[in-house]
């Protein structure tokens, strides 16, 4: 059951005093003694209080109240023992590097095997340098058996868009940082890669996604590289999925691994992974940037050579169900990466500090309170449902973009969702493909927008990969030549400090946030763009007819302001020329104002691209 909501002409609001949340069944039942809560991708709620505890998980299942549980599982014990009692020679062999904070720099088609030559070097590199740092060099062979394919990543066929697809496993030992003093261990993960098929096409930068582990039974979500992989296969990007947790490797159960982690899905293809916990989860990732950086053996990116790393990630913050901010990290100690997710415990560990091997950073959907110094371009873009009551503000090497009007998640995201399987369907063709991006570029307000929960139909369909193209091309031209990442407003906060996480911000009369980086959708409106209306997904509801008529009498005059809205945010950097040309095209076969025929098309379009 949902809870229902009042559609006015300002906002949507749920009619009872828990507005922001879901309602569970009657007949649900307690959690057990030993069950304990998890976090996840977009319900991240451990510890969070009981009354702010969404009890839908997005996905299908409802949950108790008080929030998604499991029940407790012991640790893995092969792993730990071994650990230990390789610790001996391991630390005899592997010396344990300094994680002394660096200062930031100035300005600054799936097969099995081998899909070619792995050893080459083509295109330039700037030569390693000892400032460079590096990890330590993991065993990187191909991922055969099994189902014959890679279990993730993209539901199309690449090769049908000029790219190839290649999974590997890489071993190695890793060892943990800060907080953690855990010995050196063993691993065993896997990473995907997507290449250009014609080498000529590498535009010489490898986009590099942390998976991040869903907690709808612990898998392992593409969620970064799907929205972004129109841009990416566009404009020649290499981009690559890295297993670095450990409950996406195998999520044990006194049963063994959870059906949906790798080694359970597919124990054929995955089962000589091996993961020794959460703490080496860093080191780990750094191993992956270093076969893709510095290859010694097995080369994923085959013959390209990369110039530029970028990591990126999307961020299990339970901050944001907090009205502002969860009032003591403390009592989260417990969890894994923190409250902010996992890329900035990464940069808070010094993991990166240590290897210096990633050029730069986009962390998506959190953003710690109290930022570290950034060795690299960094940054952060947040969702409205990820704003916290006091803003971080801009520094060295340092960028945050607050989103007017973007979700937790929307349609675009649902519509990519796959639960783990041997059993996979066919991978689209193209032309499927393409049709399912169209359907979900859309932006205009429909029935199903008022609905707290996530869906295909349901939710807001805000489009928040077009600001994650964005910032992924301004970090690339940063960490090029030296070209910061544009600034943009901050959203603006409520006078008062909020009694609800879906009240934090200041809305205009029709309903959208105040201040903020604005697209093209907010500055021209035809809806009101929710995006903390339910904490975990956004809501979104047409203005009231007597509103778009006088906002737009006509259909020519919606589409030249969208327009001119569209060629602001292409020159101000908030928007690529591509995605630009989807949000006009999409206004001009509007009815908004009218049936009148007129269609228009970006400057950037009309004059060309660099």
């Not at 409950?247 to 006194?254: A, I, K, Y």
């Not at 409520?494 to 500055?523: E, F, H, W, Y």
């Not at 509801?541 to 778009?548: C, D, K, Q, S, V």
Request: aromatic share 8%; net charge negative; charged share 20%.
């Amino acid at each position: 059951m949902i809870v229902p909501l009042t559609v006015g002409p300002r906002r949507m609001r749920a009619t009872n005093a828990t507005a922001w949340r879901s309602s569970v069944d009657d007949d649900a039942v307690a959690p057990p003694a030993d069950a304990v809560p998890r976090s996840s991708a977009t319900t991240e709620r451990a510890d969070a209080p009981a009354e702010v505890r969404p009890s839908h998980d997005g996905h299908g299942r409802l949950t108790v109240a008080g929030g998604d549980f499991a029940r407790a599982r012991p640790r893995r014990p092969r792993l730990r023992a071994v650990a230990l009692v390789a610790a001996a020679v391991v630390l005899g062999a592997v010396g344990c590097r300094s994680t002394e904070v660096a200062q930031p720099a100035p300005g600054g088609s799936a097969t099995d095997g081998d899909s070619g030559d792995h050893g080459g070097s083509g295109g330039t590199a700037p030569r390693p340098t000892d400032d460079d740092g590096r990890a330590a060099d993991p065993t990187v062979t191909s991922a055969t058996g099994g189902s014959g394919r890679a279990i993730g990543g993209m539901r199309y066929d690449v090769s049908q868009f000029g790219y190839q697809e290649n999974e590997y496993l890489f071993a190695g030992t890793a060892k943990t940082f800060p907080p953690s003093e855990l010995p050196p261990a063993p691993y065993r993960s896997r990473m995907i890669v997507w290449t250009p098929s014609d080498p000529a096409r590498f535009n010489g930068t490898t986009v590099v996604e942390w998976a991040q582990v869903s907690d709808f039974g612990q898998f392992e979500l593409t969620v970064e590289l799907n929205y972004q992989a129109p841009m990416l296969e566009a404009q020649g990007y290499a981009f690559v999925l890295v297993s670095a947790e450990e409950g996406g490797v195998c999520d044990s159960t006194p049963n063994g691994c959870t059906p949906t982690s790798l080694e359970g899905a597919d124990p054929d293809r995955y089962g000589t992974l091996e993961h020794p916990g959460d703490p080496y989860s860093y080191d780990i990732f750094n191993q992956a940037l270093q076969a893709l950086k510095r290859p010694t053996g097995l080369a994923p990116l085959g013959p390209l050579t990369t110039r530029s790393v970028i990591a990126e990630g999307f961020q299990a913050s339970i901050d944001k169900w907090y009205p502002v901010g969860a009032p003591d990290p403390a009592r989260f100690s417990g969890r894994p990466f923190g409250i902010y997710g996992a890329l900035n415990a990464y940069l808070a560990s010094g993991a990166d500090a240590d290897a210096r091997l990633a050029d730069g950073f986009l962390i998506d959907g959190g953003a710690p309170a109290d930022p570290p110094i950034y060795r690299v371009p960094t940054l952060h873009h947040l969702d409205e449902s990820a704003i916290r009551r006091v803003p971080t503000p801009d520094g060295p090497n340092h960028v945050t973009w607050e989103v007017v009007g973007a979700a937790h998640t929307d349609r675009w995201a649902t519509d990519h969702f796959k639960y783990p399987t041997t059993n996979w369907p066919p991978r689209l063709a193209r032309a499927e493909e393409e049709a399912r991006r169209d359907q979900y570029d859309g932006f205009a307000p429909d029935a199903g927008g008022a609905t707290c929960k996530p869906g295909r139909d349901t939710g807001t369909a805000y489009p928040r990969r077009l600001t994650l193209d964005a910032a992924l091309v301004a970090l690339d031209r940063w960490i090029a030549n030296g070209t910061p990442a544009p600034s943009a407003a901050r959203i603006q906060r409520v006078d008062a400090p909020p009694d609800a996480p879906t009240d934090k911000l200041a809305r205009d009369a029709d309903g959208n946030a105040i201040g903020g980086l604005r697209s093209p959708i907010i500055d021209v409106p035809i809806g009101v763009y929710d995006g903390e209306g339910c904490v975990e997904t956004g809501t979104m509801a047409p203005l009231p007819p007597e509103r778009l008529a006088q906002l737009h009498p006509t259909h020519r005059s919606y589409v030249e302001r969208f327009t001119a809205a569209t060629n602001t945010a292409v020159d101000d950097r908030f928007l690529t020329c591509d995605d630009a040309e989807v949000l006009v095209r999409k206004a001009s076969t509007s009815t908004v104002g009218g049936t009148d025929a007129f269609s228009a098309t970006p400057r950037c379009a009309r004059r060309g691209r660099p």
